[in-house]
């Protein structure tokens, strides 16, 4: 366990080093993957990568949520909300003993 | 979309770069993801998400059908939590 924070300027300094493009085009494809995910995300399509996981949008009801300090009622409005489920291929290399 | 789809949009933007290094820049950054998150470091994505990996501690589960127990052993799972930024798009 190393701990670390990886961040775009990680994965574009690997796309750099994995392809002959500029830092600079690296950078922006990194960007552009993620919007087209995000994009693709908030139009209500889910985004299913093959080995990695699946981004899912599940939309929520509203409910009588409740301010656990004060104990007042609060409205919680229906919204949509992202979860990620991690493919097996995932799961397993998480949990293989090569790191 | 899947993954394919993905890699054909990103290569319609881009008609300068070959397909198959559009590929191999795609997979390259799921790839790191996953190699981060087995090394234990988390990945964070500002705006878009953050992927860390949280400990599962080994516990004593049951066989729903015969109630008998089994040991599961610890585990570590990969999360990820929604930027802000896309949270809020998600609800516009």
Redesign the interface.
């Known amino acids: 366990m190393s701990n670390q924070t990886l961040t775009r300027a990680d994965l574009a300094e690997s796309v750099y080093e994995e392809v002959g493009l500029s830092r600079n085009e690296s950078a922006d494809l990194v960007e552009s993957i993620l919007d087209e995910i995000a994009d693709s995300l908030v139009k209500g399509d889910n985004v299913k990568i093959s080995s990695f996981g699946s981004f899912l949008v599940r939309s929520k009801n509203g409910r009588v949520g409740r301010n656990p300090k004060t104990g007042e009622e609060v409205p919680i409005e229906p919204r949509r909300v992202l979860v990620f489920r991690p493919s097996q291929v995932m799961k397993d290399q998480i949990n293989s003993d090569n790191s | 979309?899947?993954?394919s789809e993905?890699i054909n949009?990103?290569a319609e933007?881009?008609p300068h770069l070959f397909h198959r290094?559009v590929e191999?820049?795609?997979s390259?950054?799921?790839d790191?993801?996953?190699g981060?998150?087995?090394?234990?470091?988390?990945?964070?994505?500002?705006g878009?998400?953050a992927?860390s990996?949280k400990e599962r501690p080994a516990r004593v589960g049951r066989n729903p059908r015969t109630g008998e127990k089994v040991d599961v052993s610890a585990?570590?799972?990969?999360?990820?939590k929604?930027g802000k930024h896309?949270?809020e798009?998600?609800?516009?």
Not at chain 2, 89 to 92: D, P, Q, Y
């Open positions: 979309m899947i993954k993905l949009k990103i933007e881009n290094d191999r820049i795609v390259k950054i799921f790191e993801i996953t981060a998150l087995s090394r234990g470091d988390r990945v964070e994505l500002r878009f998400g992927f990996v585990k570590r799972v990969p999360y990820f929604t896309l949270r798009r998600l609800n516009k």
